[in-house]
């Protein structure tokens, strides 16, 4: 299962251990998930500002559970660290308690998109012995017992400032309208938010709009891999919109083939990185065109993956809706 946004994967961890439920159709507020840009016109996946609102409110509506923040923001650091002793210390046997910390701070620890600082989410539990905690990290497939000290450490990190905790003892199976508002809210079927502040933070230092030194384009964009990735998030809408009408994805050639699109989706995200590093390199602005070039491309490629995806839910719940009606229809028949 791929992992494309930490958040998300905390809180989908416990969906996923819970039979009957299933925790795809979360995804569907991460290929669109907010993201910043700052006034230097510098993009970051993460802003002192990002509370996961909108995620906490449909995680509520999607599977009845409340995730509460327990990160104070405006106490100091030293207060929200010992809150998070006291919650991971004292924590029920069902309580999920979620933190953000500073991944560059435990090297030991894969840091696959090399940031410094890098702001993660994981989630906490003490151990039998007092100076070790256990971690899991579902965003990077990772799980095991670190020292305590070093784990506080890059929680007192000034790149990090976050956390919730949430109960998993009433996770409820997701109502079916409920899905669909949520898909629809998800959609954005007239944009592309973050093609669209590529282009703007391009502009922003090359031709005639640029505010910023053209120098500045590399540190500007160099979060680029970290939320690309998060396009991956149509592949498990793909999936189980076809599953829910009864039909495998793996394997079918028409999944696999909107897979290979999504790939080239994520994958061209890395080129036009590429290109804008030579841009700032050279200095040479008529550069600039081919990295429009490709923004344009993937804004034609974002479009068709997702008018291919509304199609295939208008389906699903056209079906449904089919289905319902021939349920009540039978029943009334079998009553008369």
Request: charge should be negative.
């Amino acid at each position: 299962m791929i992992k494309v946004h930490c958040f998300v994967s905390c809180v989908c961890e416990i969906i996923k251990r819970t039979p009957g439920v299933d925790h795809r159709p979360f995804y569907f507020g991460v290929w669109d998930a907010d993201f910043s840009v700052n006034a230097r016109h510098e993009l970051s996946y993460h802003s002192p500002h990002t509370r996961h609102e909108g995620f906490r409110d449909w995680y509520r509506l999607l599977y009845g559970v409340r995730i509460e923040e327990w990160y104070a923001h405006d106490r100091d650091k030293e207060a929200n660290v010992a809150r998070l002793v006291e919650l991971v210390e004292r924590r029920p046997p069902d309580r999920q308690v979620m933190v953000m910390l500073d991944m560059y701070r435990l090297p030991e620890r894969e840091n696959k998109f090399h940031q410094n600082p890098f702001p993660h989410y994981v989630m906490l539990e003490a151990t039998a012995d007092p100076d070790v905690w256990f971690m899991s990290d579902p965003d990077f497939r990772w799980e095991g017992e670190l020292p305590k000290a070093r784990i506080l450490d890059a929680v007192r990190s000034p790149a990090a400032a976050g956390g919730f905790y949430f109960d998993g003892l009433e996770i409820r199976h997701t109502p079916r309208d409920t899905v669909a508002a949520y898909f629809r809210q998800c959609m954005k079927r007239e944009e592309n938010p973050f093609t669209d502040a590529l282009r703007r933070i391009l502009r922003a230092h090359v031709g005639p709009q640029a505010q910023e030194p053209l120098v500045h384009l590399t540190p500007a964009l160099r979060e680029i891999p970290v939320m690309a990735i998060r396009k991956y998030a149509y592949e498990h809408a793909f999936a189980w919109l076809l599953e829910a009408q009864g039909r495998q994805a793996e394997g079918d050639p028409w999944f696999e083939g909107w897979c290979q699109e999504i790939e080239r989706l994520v994958k061209t995200y890395t080129r036009i990185q590429y290109r804008a590093m030579k841009l700032a390199m050279t200095r040479q602005p008529t550069l600039a065109a081919g990295v429009e070039a490709l923004l344009d491309e993937q804004d034609a490629r974002e479009f068709r993956i997702k008018h291919a995806l509304q199609a295939l839910f208008d389906e699903w719940w056209l079906g449904q809706a089919t289905s319902a009606l021939s349920r009540a229809t039978l029943h009334r028949e079998v009553m008369s």
